[in-house]
């Protein structure tokens, strides 16, 4: 999800009409005239993810030596109305990344089922739910994605607060709180919520201290019950923090990425719903709040009878497109981005939490030694049950929530009758 600078108009629309991520033509034809396979993503641009691809293309290699295969790195903030211009116009790239949840299952048409294709990475694998629609996978997952509580433990520390024992109730957390703002003069919780993203990190991560486990599974099973008294309380929640001034300043005006994790990391806030790999996470945060001094910590309880717990998914993933000219060969490529080599790289150099169950993640500290423990008792995160349009409006409602220009009631009342449409 890591933010990008936004290409010129001029090359956007370009792309668009081509529609495709570059000024030519991207269809590919494997074992054909070309032997290509284009690869559309917002990640092979980055440093951090060079070892990972190299890897993936020599495993690739390995199988289909005369296939060469083109990353075409497109910047986030453009990447899905790009995606959805070369849908619509049925071509493009063979192999599209995706995120987990909504983004993919809202595109599902334009994919091809893997299922046939990746039935032995299913026990070494885990997160395939986010990227599964209607009984059927449409991508291999490359990273978990999850949305931990971290805190600043020296922070706690100066506040004469035990940083071995985060609150473990609402009541005790707005305490806690209090304290470390008198003492050490941060806020409780560095919010960003200008493009909405803040409010669904604070549905996945303190909601599962208002759900019931049952509530819980209900709700990523679709059965969501819009009017229930515990659906109100995580949005009156959400409204609670900004009026009782735990959250840090201006948190519409700020962006999620990055300036609410700086904001963190500068220890101006005690407090950060970050994520478990990409961006905002425990490798990034360990720059400037060393490993030893990172704390996670689940939700605190709100409601009696829940049972909070890591909320996390497939993180992000490969899909293959529907027109490409090869399946098995572009399924095969798929699979080696998801290859325990590749993964091993992805985890050492960006700080992924890989899909792979298999890697050694001992020596990445104690905060990651934490995340990866709580997985087994982990569910899904609840925002990425929704769908994008109901995400987006949620965005916007966050905000007003926060303004005090909207109630709950009301709010609600906007999001079931999004959620009920489909």
């Known amino acids: 999800m890591k933010?990008?600078?936004?290409?010129s108009a001029v090359l956007v629309a370009a792309l668009a009409l081509a529609g495709c991520g570059s000024a030519t033509d991207t269809r590919s034809s494997p074992g054909g005239a070309d032997g290509k396979l284009v690869v559309w993503d917002?990640?092979?641009?980055?440093?951090?993810?060079?070892?990972?691809?190299?890897k993936a293309k020599a495993d690739f290699a390995k199988k289909?030596?005369?296939?060469?295969?083109?990353?075409?790195?497109?910047?986030?903030?453009?990447?899905?109305?790009?995606?959805?211009?070369?849908?619509?116009?049925?071509?493009g790239p063979d192999v599209i990344l995706f995120n987990g949840g909504g983004q993919i299952r809202?595109?599902?048409?334009?994919?091809l089922p893997l299922d046939e294709y990746v039935a032995e990475d299913r026990q070494r694998l885990a997160g395939w739910e986010a990227f599964s629609k209607d009984g059927k996978t449409y991508a291999g997952p490359v990273t978990l994605q999850g949305h931990p509580i971290y805190y600043n433990r020296t922070l706690y520390e100066k506040a004469g607060l035990d940083p071995a024992n985060p609150a473990k109730t609402w009541p005790e957390f707005v305490a806690n709180c209090a304290t470390l703002t008198k003492?050490?003069?941060?806020?409780?919780?560095?919010?960003?919520?200008?493009?909405?993203?803040?409010?669904?990190?604070?549905?996945?991560?303190?909601g599962t201290g208002v759900f019931t486990p049952q509530e819980q599974d209900d709700w990523i099973a679709g059965k969501r019950d819009w009017n229930s008294p515990h659906v109100k309380r995580i949005f009156a929640l959400w409204k609670e923090t900004q009026d009782a001034k735990l959250n840090s300043d201006g948190a519409n005006s700020t962006a999620m990425f990055n300036d609410s994790f700086a904001i963190f990391q500068s220890a101006k806030a005690a407090h950060v719903i970050g994520l478990m790999s990409d961006i905002g996470h425990w490798k990034d945060f360990s720059e400037f709040v060393t490993a030893e001094k990172l704390g996670v910590m689940r939700a605190p309880v709100v409601v009696p009878g829940a049972t909070p717990n890591l909320p996390y998914d497939g993180g992000i993933g490969y899909g293959v497109a529907k027109w490409t000219k090869d399946p098995k060969v572009a399924a095969d490529l798929v699979r080696s981005l998801t290859s325990t080599d590749?993964?091993?790289?992805?985890y050492a150099d960006a700080g992924a939490i890989a899909s792979d169950t298999t890697i050694d993640v001992s020596q990445g500290g104690p905060a990651v030694a934490t995340i990866v423990a709580d997985l087994k008792a982990g569910k899904p995160a609840l925002?990425?049950?929704?769908?994008?349009?109901?995400?987006?409006l949620m965005g916007r409602i966050s905000q007003q929530l926060l303004s005090g220009s909207i109630t709950v009631d009301e709010a609600v009342k906007q999001l079931a009758a999004s959620d009920q449409a489909g």
């Open 3 to 7: 933010q990008r600078a936004v290409w």
């Open 42 to 54: 917002w990640k092979s641009g980055e440093a951090t993810a060079g070892a990972y691809l190299q």
């Open 64 to 91: 289909h030596p005369n296939v060469t295969v083109e990353f075409v790195a497109q910047p986030y903030e453009q990447y899905y109305t790009l995606l959805g211009t070369a849908i619509q116009a049925g071509k």
């Open 106 to 111: 809202d595109r599902a048409d334009a994919l």
């Open 183 to 206: 003492q050490t003069g941060a806020k409780c919780l560095a919010l960003g919520n200008k493009e909405g993203f803040g409010i669904q990190f604070f549905l996945s991560a303190f």
């Open 342 to 346: 590749a993964l091993k790289s992805f």
């Open 383 to 392: 925002h990425v049950a929704l769908s994008s349009k109901t995400l987006e």
